[in-house]
């Protein structure tokens, strides 16, 4: 039996034969040398995770010590004592622990690759997640208007010559972290990404060329520029980095959202295509009711979020170097439980910051005692690190980026130093 | 000589009689276009890119018969009858109910939560809401109640304005609204104003956009939806300051009563938990709606006005609101006001003094203050250019000239705002009809969708699967986060992502792969088949794109088609190889009814090697003059 390709290099000739004259420009271009898309420069990586909903700081990383910690979460507080086994938090530092669900992460910490950054959030108090998340997308604290994202300014400051592949967000519509004049794209899933009309494999493979010839010569601009780059775009996905993609050994992604976004942002990241922002979010940490402590909602969203970035982490392989993760969500959690084991909106979270130039391996930033009088409104964990000098400090430092004022208009705070120079 | 010359003019006149009523009824509304070059009918398809969403076959005819100046001022009084639409629109459950019942038969899943708790049906120790038992529980409960999801509120809402857009009669009325709602942006990404954006565009945008500036400002200033939105309904004057209740109750105490016993005066209970002054509607009222971004206002202004507007929130449905009405009845003459949804409370109304853009607001004021701020604010010469700007950009190129630009602004100001005069005024405006105008503007996705099923004359049988197409290309439908609206150039549309999927939309749409789309290629072209590649390319193209110079885009697309038509015989030729296809139309010749067999089945999702039918070289034609460059023009 024919294999497909010999069939198409011979059926498909005679075929041709029979039916036009002069040679169809798709066999011509096969015919001629085949071009390797040319590989964009290596760069440094940002890869941002939005938590979306707010994870319990207090449950991500709790200050075990705190005698008013079991007083104020009976239902909720853990321990860090060995005789709790499997379900005991690790302890970091003396003071804080780590919840069971993140343990994964505990070598990266250990290696000093893995910062924690607590007791940070927004200046401004707002309880709701859409203006919280808003807020902090913009970058503009108690601002709506302000047009853009804080990721795509980044973008803007960037300075080079980008690839079409730079500002991606893994998820179906374009989150508010990337509006604004840089390109940015979001891609909930690369397969799909390309000329795909209903039909065969070559239909789809003549019908993208002949876009790229017909958009080549358009007179207009701007759709001449796009095209270019979006083909180029397309190019780079046939790497077969992309096409014949296998995670590296020992990086098992989560089979969920997260897990699958990171691991396309992997793929981005090791095809070399160029990207330098990357995107992704996880949800589910709205934690009302029935949090639980090593079973149940939050420890589900917790070990996601940790085998999800573990593998990841593995995953880079030789570009580790170029990468830092940094996670982020919109507010943290209420110190006291509530009436259906949950906890209601807070004010400050925690925060993890992964990467080879972090100073990793500590716990930064500051958590009072948890007293009523130590809290703000004498309930909410309070915001002692504005979250605009932890992300002024990874995305200035690592991507090089000077201007802070572009990042955040209107803030005068200093970077949190977390990254050695 | 006089004589003789008066019976010349009058000999003039009498042969020119004909031409010069032509020529009157031109200057009515004197759409300057063959001074640009351009014939009647090129004009008319200008005019439906523009002011309608795209032309559909046969409509430049219908224009030309009637009369451009007639079309447009039928357009401007917004009354054709909407046979076929009202047809459409029938089936939707929502569009007629009002805000409040909207807002009881869609409840967000945290109220039917509360709610289940308050009536017993699940207790606060059960499992979170996305277990199973849970989830079943109150989804019985909801049922119970009548209650509907919100998923079923956004998709009607999607599909009454895909519906519009494709069916409505009344086409400008549709652009103005896509345009006005985007102006006076809110977003159902946003929990609180979800349920309250579908009557936001009905009742505060649509009744408007052929009268007012000042009306509309009016109607979304004080619709639930951006009271919600830009979290007015938050705003309150600071602690200790004077309210215009307290004021009332200090007045009549002092009189009759004596000050200890102004408790009694029962003031309405459940205040809102954060007090204070929140400035998102103030300033955006100005950056956005009105003044601009340099309308030359302070960061003070922002916050005199947010006091001007404090008190401006929402009576919302649920027990809190109906405990605040009760509480209201019986705060009678304490300055309190009601207007459906919309609540006036005089006990958070800061009503000490203000100074706004150099006008004083003297101590004491209450709701009339927030009406005396927007009209300044509609009157302002800032708002007038800021206005005329973003028309036209919309409607004439993302660059516009100045002169346009001062035109508009000038006619903002004659006519207080009067937004028809406004469209009048493009239409008459030589920069309009200008070489540097035509096809200079990249469609939306939601104008290349709603001209591409117009062109093709399809019936939307079932909007879901086009919609998310729409989504897809980057517009998500009501869903732009930001108050800013979706911004309005070519760059914001055209990105590397969303440029593919317009091809992609252009060949799925053409090859009946939209699920819930009906058309039928051969009846456009009434049934005859064209003889070749090159013919059907000639023949579709003039179709899709009527009175558009097509020299270079059928150059460009000649060869592509036949690549199209010749892969499609290599693959076609690879299944036979391997399996038995069921019958599939193979060449232009041999296809007696086009895409229409293709449509009639739902189509599944296409995998590789699976029994697919191909699409017929002709729906690849159509499609790839969807998806060129020409068709994201208008």
Redesign the interface.
Known sequence: M?T?RA??KA??IA??AA??G?S???LRRAAAASTQPGLAPRRKVLVTVFQRGAMDGLMAVPPFTDPMLPKLRPRLAMTAARSAGEGALTDLNGHFGLHPALTPVVPLFREERLAIVHGVGSPD?TR????AQ?YME?GTP??????SGWLNRAVGQLGHEGS?WRAVAVT???P?SL?G?A?????ANLEE???????????A???S???E???Q????D???R??H??FE??KLLSRPEITRYRPAKGAEYPRTPLGRSLRQIAQLIKAEAGLEVGFAESG?WD????QGTTTG?FARQAQDLARAITAFWTDLERHQDDVVLLTMTEFGRSVREN????TDHGRASCLFVLGNPVEGGRVYGTVPSLAPDALEEGRDLPVTTDFRGVFSEVAGKHLGIARDEILFPGWAGARFRLLRA | MRIRSIIFLLAILLFLGPFASAARLGHRTGLPYQEAGLTQRQAAAILLDRFAFGARPGEIDRVVAQGLENWLEEQLSGNRPEHELVGRLAPLKTLTLSSREIATAYPGPGTVRAQAIREGVISRNDPPTDRAETRQKLQAFAQRKGYRPQRELTEELMTQKLLRGVYSENRLTEVLADFWYNHFNVSITNNRARPFVLSYERDAIRPHVLGHFRALLHATAKHPAMLLYLDNAQSTASNGTMTTMSQTTKRRGGMRRGEESQTKEEPPKGRPSQRGINENYARELMELHTLGVDGGYTQQDVIEVARVFTGWTVLLPGPRGERLQKHLSRANGLGFAGDGDFLFRADTHDATQKIILGETFPPGGGMEEGERVLDILARHPATARHIATKLAVRFVSDRPAASLVDRLTQQFQETAGDLRALVRAIATSPEFWQEAARRSKIKSPFELVTSALRALQADVEQPRPVIEWVTRMGQPLYAYQAPTGYPDRAEAWVNTGSLLNRMNFGLHLAAGRIPGIVFDLPTLNRGREPESVEAALETYAALVLPERDLTETLRLLTPVARDLAFAQKVDKAARRETEVSPEAPSVLQDQSTGVAADDERPSAPVREGSTVTMPTPLAHVVGVILGAPEFQRR
Do not use: I, M
């Open positions: 024919w497909r069939f198409l059926g498909g075929l041709f039916g036009f002069g169809p420009a798709f108090p709701s997640h859409f203006d808003d913009t108690g601002r709506k208007g302000t047009p079409p179906s519509a374009l508010r509006y004049d390109p940015a794209l979001a891609v990404f390309g000329v795909r009309p209903a039909g065969g494999k070559e239909l493979r003549v019908a060329q002949s876009f010839d017909l958009y010569q358009t007179s207009a701007l759709l001449r796009t095209a780059e979006s775009a397309v589910g934690t009302h009711v029935q909602s009436g259906s084991g949950g």
